[in-house]
C-alpha cells in the first residue's frame, strides 16, 4: 500500500480499535450488517468485496454459495477476522490488506461491492466509492450502508457541528448523500432505512451494463 503520514495514522488508530471494535461498534450496528446482507443481490458464484471488513463481523452472514473478498488497512483488525473465519470454518471469505481508495483489482472484478460503516470512516469518501464503482463489473451492484448528514435543517447543522469532535475517534457525521453521488458516477436504484431503532441508510446503485 502506498500511504502517505496521515494513511499510517489512520491504520494506527484502526489497529489501536482493533481489540475494543466488536464491543464498541458491534451490538448496536449488528442488526443493520444483517438486515444489508440479507437484502444483497447474490446468486450463486457471485464474486463479492467487502470494504473494511474490520474484524469481521459481517462474515457469518454471506452465503456459502458466493465467494467474498474483503479488505482493510488494519492488519490488526483482518487478524481478529482471520480467527472469526476459522472458529466458523469459513472458507468462502478471504482477507487481504488493502487501501480501499487505491485498490490493486483489475478494472470491472466483481458482481457486487459492499461498503457497511465505511465511508464516514475514510478520509477521501468520494475516492472510494469511485474505486467501488471501478472494481464493479458492469450490470454489477455498489451498495453502501452508512449515515449520512440528515435532511432536516436542525439535525444537520448539529452533525456538521459535532464531525470535528467525532473525526478524533474516526468518523464523521456530516457527510451527505447527495455530495457523494454528485461526486461520482454512481446512481442509486434503492434508499431505504434499515438498523431498527438506530437507523441508517442502505444504498443500492447499479453501475450500466
Known amino acids: ?3 502517505d503520514h496521515a494513511g499510517y495514522g489512520r491504520i494506527q488508530n484502526y489497529d489501536r480499535l482493533a481489540t ?3 464491543r464498541v461498534f458491534g451490538p448496536g450496528l449488528q442488526a443493520g450488517r444483517a438486515q444489508s446482507i440479507r437484502q444483497l443481490p447474490l446468486w450463486p458464484g457471485d464474486s463479492v468485496l ?4 474490520g474484524t469481521g463481523l459481517t462474515a457469518t452472514h454471506y452465503p456459502e454459495h458466493c465467494s467474498v473478498t474483503g479488505i482493510d488497512v488494519s492488519a490488526k483488525m483482518l487478524a ?22 487505491a485498490m490493486a483489482f483489475p ?7 459492499y461498503a457497511a460503516y465505511v465511508l464516514t470512516a475514510v478520509p477521501d469518501p468520494i475516492a472510494v466509492a469511485s474505486e467501488m464503482y471501478r472494481v464493479c463489473r458492469p450490470g454489477g451492484y455498489i451498495i453502501f450502508l452508512n449515515h449520512f448528514l440528515s435532511q432536516h435543517p436542525v439535525l444537520s447543522w448539529c452533525e456538521r457541528a459535532i464531525s ?5 475517534i474516526g468518523f464523521r457525521t456530516d457527510l451527505s448523500l447527495a455530495m457523494l453521488l454528485a461526486g461520482t458516477s454512481l446512481r442509486p ?10 437507523p441508517l441508510t442502505l444504498v443500492v446503485c447499479r453501475k450500466p451494463l
Open 50 to 53: 467487502e470494504i473494511g471488513i
Open 164 to 168: 470535528p469532535l467525532t473525526e478524533r
Open 107 to 113: 478494472n470491472n472484478t466483481f458482481a457486487l461491492a
Open 20 to 22: 475494543v471494535y466488536d
Open 80 to 101: 481478529r477476522a482471520a480467527r472469526r473465519l476459522a472458529q466458523s470454518n469459513l472458507h468462502h471469505v478471504r482477507l487481504l490488506q488493502m487501501d480501499a481508495a
Open 1 to 3: 500500500m502506498n500511504l
Open 189 to 198: 436504484v434503492g434508499v431505504e432505512r434499515v438498523n431498527g431503532t438506530r
